[in-house]
């Protein structure tokens, strides 16, 4: 979670113009594990939904076929 911390805080300060070479101070343990927490939720619904839209669209192509073939 650290790389994560160093990667989204460079980004915000880059985007806000200011200095990206300063010192990021790293999380402290509770931040970082409800950060990793948030990110695996995150992941999950993600890929659940992923899942559906593929899926959804493998069954309806599939339906698409049926009906050309009558």
């Known amino acids: ?3 994560n911390h160093r990667f989204k805080t460079k980004l915000q300060r880059r985007i806000y113009g200011h200095a990206i070479d300063a010192a990021i101070r790293p999380l ?4 970082a594990v ?3 927490a ?3 939720g995150e ?3 993600f890929t659940v939904a992923g899942t559906a839209l ?3 669209v493998q069954r309806s192509s599939k339906n698409e076929a049926r009906k050309e073939d009558l």
């Open 1 to 3: 979670m650290q790389a």
């Open 28 to 31: 402290n343990e509770e931040k």
């Open 34 to 36: 409800q950060a990793a």
């Open 38 to 40: 948030d990110l695996l």
């Open 43 to 45: 992941l999950f619904v």
């Open 54 to 56: 593929i899926l959804e």
